[in-house]
């Protein structure tokens, strides 16, 4: 407990952009948010008024810092499962606990136990040798989807093998490297939607509208919200989906649960138990953000109405330019909010390097396909400094 203030501290492990803006909301709820970051100059370290330096695998750093906090909670997935566990034996408050978490941390793990639920997914297989992949193939037929159980975002650690030779070529690299592995069946899918709710220990839930997510390079550069032409039944059994595999789990948190759409319906394809990237449109475009939600649940406060407050919204990711851009980030801002001055834009106080997330600028009214434009020219300035005439959605 806070003595200056008499509310609870939060302790999140990471600091990065989503602790940044976790840190945001909690200034709003007159809560002293402490971070764990391993660099003075991360995202989070640069603005929160708490900051400890240490790095999520040294448990006596965890130890240590969740001595002085009453809720443990993370903006990545990272942490040691087994520190997760010592710390909950040892007292701490650990929100999602390390049984949650462990299903965000080993996508074979998460397979497992989301077919047992009975919770559409990609046929999947683990990978122990060469042959397993080989055998899941002659089952499923080529190209299949390799994936490194652990570790893997952002497009990485996900390869497409589309026959013998590329299996030949890198699975044996990667299982000498001890990189764990499974295969799933490559999806014919029409695009990728997510369903984020959040849930309390107390049990109660809440769910946003269902998004579409726009990936090029398995990087996620686009988010519509609600998800165009998903019909009402199959958005709200998207929810309910989603809400279900968080109690089954006990999350306490956010969730979101990335979704393949197909004819068939949907697939879920991966988990992440904190605030996502597809959730950043809920900043300015819902009654609650999911950086505020996470907070109420980690602390077991009523959660907040998820109510979209316009008909649509798209967040923007800005991403790195492939060389420096010819102005300051300062003269960006300038020119962005002289043509666009209803664009809500959120820097994450990162060095430009290629394709790196550098903030995202989020935009809502009455229409997706001008918002999307709005948003694309927008993140396009903030990254490359260079206005194009049109930036076609199609």
Same mark, same amino acid.
């Given at each position: 407990?806070?003595?200056?203030?008499?509310?609870?501290?939060?302790?999140?492990?990471?600091?990065?952009?989503?602790?940044?803006?976790?840190?945001?909301?909690?200034?709003?709820?007159?809560?002293?948010?402490?971070?764990?970051?391993?660099?003075?100059?991360?995202?989070?370290?640069?603005?929160?008024?708490?900051?400890?330096? %240490?790095?999520?695998?040294? +448990?006596? @750093?965890? $130890?240590?810092?969740?001595? !002085?906090?009453? &809720?443990?909670?993370? #903006?990545? /997935?990272?942490?040691?499962?087994?520190?997760?566990?010592?710390?909950?034996?040892?007292?701490?408050?650990?929100?999602?606990?390390?049984?949650?978490?462990?299903?965000?941390?080993?996508?074979?793990?998460?397979?497992?136990?989301?077919?047992?639920?009975?919770?559409?997914?990609?046929?999947?297989?683990?990978?122990?040798?060469?042959?397993?992949?080989?055998?899941?193939?002659?089952?499923? %037929?080529?190209?299949?989807? +390799?994936? @490194?159980? $652990?570790?893997?975002?952002? !497009?990485?650690? &996900?390869?497409?093998? #589309?026959? /013998?030779?590329?299996?030949?070529?890198?699975?044996?690299?990667?299982?000498?490297?001890?990189?764990?592995?499974?295969?799933?069946?490559?999806?014919?899918?029409?695009?990728?939607?997510?369903?984020?709710?959040?849930?309390?220990?107390?049990?109660?839930?809440?769910?946003?509208?269902?998004?579409?997510?726009?990936?090029?390079?398995?990087?996620?550069?686009?988010?519509?919200?609600?998800?165009?032409?998903?019909?009402?039944?199959?958005?709200?059994?998207?929810?309910?989906?989603?809400?279900?595999?968080?109690?089954?789990?006990?999350?306490?948190?956010?969730?979101?649960?990335?979704?393949?759409?197909?004819?068939?319906?949907?697939?879920?394809?991966?988990?992440?138990?904190?605030?996502?990237?597809?959730?950043?449109?809920?900043?300015?475009?819902?009654?609650?953000?999911?950086?505020?939600?996470?907070?109420?649940?980690?602390?077991?406060?009523?959660?907040?109405?998820?109510?979209?407050?316009?008909?649509?919204?798209?967040?923007?990711?800005?991403?790195?330019?492939?060389?420096?851009?010819?102005?300051?980030?300062?003269?960006?801002?300038?020119?962005?909010?002289?043509?666009?001055?209803?664009?809500?834009?959120?820097?994450?106080?990162?060095?430009?390097?290629?394709?790196?997330?550098?903030?995202?600028?989020?935009?809502?009214?009455?229409?997706?396909?001008?918002?999307?434009?709005?948003?694309?020219?927008?993140?396009?300035?903030?990254?490359?400094?260079?206005?194009?005439?049109?930036?076609?959605?199609?």
């Amino acid at each position: 407990m806070d003595t200056r203030t008499g509310l609870p501290v939060v302790g999140m492990v990471g600091g990065g952009q989503l602790a940044r803006m976790t840190h945001q909301a909690a200034i709003a709820l007159g809560q002293s948010l402490r971070v764990l970051a391993a660099g003075e100059n991360d995202s989070a370290g640069l603005v929160a008024g708490e900051v400890v330096q %240490g790095h999520h695998t040294d +448990l006596a @750093a965890l $130890r240590s810092f969740a001595a !002085g906090v009453d &809720v443990l909670t993370f #903006d990545h /997935e990272h942490v040691p499962n087994e520190h997760l566990r010592t710390l909950a034996a040892e007292g701490v408050v650990v929100r999602p606990g390390a049984g949650a978490l462990r299903h965000a941390q080993d996508k074979l793990v998460m397979r497992e136990r989301l077919a047992k639920l009975g919770v559409p997914g990609p046929a999947f297989a683990a990978v122990a040798e060469v042959d397993d992949v080989r055998k899941f193939a002659a089952e499923h %037929g080529w190209p299949v989807v +390799l994936k @490194a159980a $652990r570790g893997g975002y952002d !497009g990485r650690g &996900v390869w497409m093998l #589309d026959g /013998e030779a590329a299996t030949r070529e890198l699975v044996p690299e990667l299982l000498a490297a001890d990189t764990p592995l499974l295969v799933e069946a490559r999806v014919a899918m029409r695009r990728e939607l997510s369903a984020l709710v959040a849930r309390s220990p107390f049990g109660q839930g809440a769910a946003w509208p269902v998004v579409e997510t726009v990936q090029v390079n398995g990087i996620n550069t686009e988010v519509l919200a609600p998800a165009p032409w998903l019909a009402d039944d199959a958005g709200h059994a998207a929810q309910d989906l989603a809400l279900r595999i968080a109690a089954e789990l006990d999350v306490v948190g956010v969730l979101a649960v990335e979704l393949f759409d197909t004819e068939a319906g949907p697939l879920v394809n991966e988990l992440a138990m904190r605030p996502h990237n597809s959730g950043h449109w809920t900043m300015d475009g819902a009654r609650t953000s999911q950086f505020e939600q996470h907070l109420r649940a980690v602390l077991d406060y009523p959660l907040g109405s998820t109510e979209p407050i316009a008909p649509a919204c798209v967040m923007a990711n800005v991403l790195g330019a492939p060389s420096p851009p010819r102005m300051g980030p300062d003269e960006r801002l300038h020119h962005l909010f002289a043509r666009f001055p209803d664009a809500r834009v959120h820097l994450y106080g990162k060095q430009e390097r290629p394709g790196r997330k550098l903030g995202h600028v989020n935009v809502f009214g009455e229409r997706m396909e001008p918002l999307r434009e709005r948003a694309r020219l927008a993140a396009h300035w903030l990254s490359h400094a260079e206005w194009l005439d049109r930036y076609s959605v199609h």
